[in-house]
């Protein structure tokens, strides 16, 4: 199916583009366009205009000292391709993990972000990982936490005339990990666990974060999981017993391919792996 008329600008700075959308309520931002595009597609979302910004080369900048900081129009293979990234594992496994080849070669981890698409890999590795995303809007710059970004099924904190322009993950020597179930047929997650601890010199974890996606209507964290593990030294015992609590209090989304409480019962299972290897 093709998409409805729209108009097409392409600016060359953040500032461009934020006037744009000032004064096109009706635009949309155009990043790597694979969420957006099969969208218009079908009609499921007409925007007046597209705002691509593809050319804006401060966007696509990558620089990684300890944290890293990922421009939002970074593509999946750009930032696989950074070595100094794998320090974050959970993000780096997520981005291995999304769609096919084709698909980390356009998509980019700002686009997923701002998309907030449920099923999603990267929202639950930003939250585990205790990312901050910048925005940058008419009233200037805000830093916006990921545990405060995702808000619901494909709604963001982002204001509609705000343009998502980095990303960056805190230098926390945390070590992660991300697992996940792929639908057979889309390769989203049908649940995605993203875990990080940080510990102490004699092992004990002393902050844990761990998110789900996939299971659930908005990337979320597994707070009952997090305190069981709290504390321990996360052993064999200690996991299992974080992992059995792992979708207590969570909010379960069911579909004909996969029941409620199966994603609770993955995310378990996904939980005691994600953890397992995090504290390995
Ligand atoms: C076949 C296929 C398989 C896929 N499999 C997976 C998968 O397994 N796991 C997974 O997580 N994802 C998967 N995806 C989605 C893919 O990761 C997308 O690339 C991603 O969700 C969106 O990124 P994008 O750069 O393509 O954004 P776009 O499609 O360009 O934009 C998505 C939305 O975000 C907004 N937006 C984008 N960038 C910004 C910004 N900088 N500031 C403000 N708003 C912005 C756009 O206006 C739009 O509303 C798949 C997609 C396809 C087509």
Redesign the pocket.
């Known amino acids: 199916m093709y998409p409805a008329a729209f108009d097409y600008a392409k600016p060359a700075t953040v500032a461009e583009a934020v006037s744009l959308l000032s004064a096109n309520p009706d635009a949309?931002?155009?990043?790597?366009?694979?969420?957006?595009?099969?969208?218009m597609k079908l009609r499921l979302?007409q925007?007046a205009m597209?705002?691509d910004?593809g050319g804006i080369s401060e966007?696509k900048q990558v620089s990684v000292n300890g944290g890293a900081t990922i421009g939002?129009?970074a593509?999946?293979d750009d930032l696989l391709k950074h070595d100094g990234l794998k320090a974050h594992t959970a993000l780096y496994e997520?981005m291995s993990?999304?769609?096919?080849v084709?698909?980390?070669n356009?998509?980019?981890?700002?686009?997923?972000?701002?998309?907030?698409?449920p099923?999603?890999?990267?929202?639950a590795a930003l939250i585990a990982l205790g990312a901050e995303l910048v925005?940058v809007g008419p009233n200037g710059t805000r830093t916006i936490a990921a545990d405060d970004f995702f808000v619901d099924i494909?709604t963001?904190a982002?204001e509609p005339d705000?343009?998502?322009?980095e990303i960056r993950i805190p230098a926390s020597g945390a070590s992660s990990a991300y697992e996940?179930f792929?639908?057979p047929a889309?390769?989203?997650?049908v649940c995605?666990v993203a875990v990080a601890l940080e510990r102490d010199g004699e092992g004990t974890v002393t902050n844990a974060r761990i998110a789900v996606?996939g299971s659930v209507y908005k990337a979320t964290r597994c707070s009952a999981a997090e305190a069981a593990i709290t504390g321990t030294k996360a052993t064999a015992a200690d996991i299992e017993a974080a992992a059995a609590v792992a979708a207590d209090g969570l909010e379960l989304a069911g579909d004909h391919y996969a029941s409620a409480e199966y994603r609770g019962h993955l995310t378990k299972v996904l939980t005691k792996r994600a953890l397992t290897r995090a504290a390995g």
């Open positions: 949309k931002i155009l990043n790597g366009g694979h969420s957006l595009l099969p969208a979302a925007p597209l705002v910004i966007l939002a129009a593509t999946y997520a993990k999304v769609g096919d084709q698909v980390r356009r998509g980019t981890v700002g686009g997923s972000a701002a998309h907030a698409d099923a999603a890999d990267i929202p925005a494909l963001t982002l705000e343009v998502l322009t996940k792929a639908h889309s390769g989203y997650a995605g996606t």
